[in-house]
């Protein structure tokens, strides 16, 4: 079973407007750590945000926000005022606290379009 | 200035044959790990090694070994190469293994087998 769900392949939006990307996540553990990744053009993979299970804030770096909901295992990355260099694949990736707690389980990713 | 160096960025071999992917970090991490791409899945955690140690393996073929000669250093050896092989492979690094430490990546090498 897939650990890690995102079910939008692609989205376009029009820049400096938010935009949220879903993903849900399957896990027995009580304690997990949840990570969004970006791939850009280049193939290049970039760490962008990260939310520990046990924290009750949304995580928050730069223009990127989380919008974390425990009861329904579901981790939303949200982009405001996006730019056109947001253009790229959003992986959204999870590993647990305590079984296999080394690997990084990924999703299969949302392409991000952002147009003028 | 590159933190994490992957060697060669593109690589075509035929198969049957043996290719080394190498991988060195220059951000002073205790933890390193290899990741496949291909087209069909997302991307699939493969190795994870800690201090020169193997840690976890979640590759099923024998035919897929990592060698860590120091501490900065994951190289990646395939051996009897077939074309289901041809993928991009991420090396990636993190400050301790488990926990919340994040994960860095490396460029990729592009292996295509013909």
């Known amino acids: 079973a897939q650990k890690v769900t995102q079910t939008q392949t692609s989205i376009s939006v029009v820049e400096k407007t938010t935009v949220t990307m879903d993903c849900v996540y399957e896990?027995?553990?009580?304690?997990?750590?949840l990570f969004w990744y970006k791939q850009t053009a280049s193939g290049e993979i970039v760490f962008l945000i990260r939310?520990?299970?046990?924290?009750?804030e949304n995580a928050t770096v730069g223009h990127y926000s989380l919008n974390f909901q425990k009861p329904k295992s579901s981790i939303g990355l949200i982009i405001t005022a996006t730019q056109i260099e947001d253009s790229a694949v959003y992986f959204c990736?999870?590993?647990?606290?305590?079984?296999?707690?080394?690997?990084?389980?990924f999703g299969s990713g949302t392409k991000l379009t952002v147009e003028p | 200035d590159p933190k994490i160096i992957q060697k060669p960025k593109y690589l075509v071999a035929v198969t049957g044959s043996e290719k080394i992917l190498i991988c060195e970090q220059y951000?002073?991490?205790?933890?390193m790990y290899w990741y496949r791409q291909s087209a069909k899945k997302p991307l699939e955690f493969m190795f994870s090694?800690?201090?020169?140690?193997?840690?976890d393996n979640q590759t099923a073929s024998s035919r897929f070994q990592p060698q860590s000669s120091k501490k900065n250093h994951l190289d990646l050896q395939i051996t009897a190469l077939k074309p289901d092989d041809s993928a991009t492979y991420f090396c990636a690094s993190s400050q301790e293994r488990g926990g919340p430490y994040e994960q860095y990546f490396g460029p990729g090498t592009r292996l295509t087998v013909l």
């Open positions: 896990t027995r553990d009580s304690s997990y750590f």
């Open positions: 090694y800690s201090y020169q140690k193997l840690m």
């Open positions: 951000l002073g991490h205790n933890a």
């Open positions: 990736a999870m590993r647990e606290g305590e079984s296999n707690y080394n690997v990084l389980y």
């Open positions: 939310q520990d299970s046990y924290k009750k």
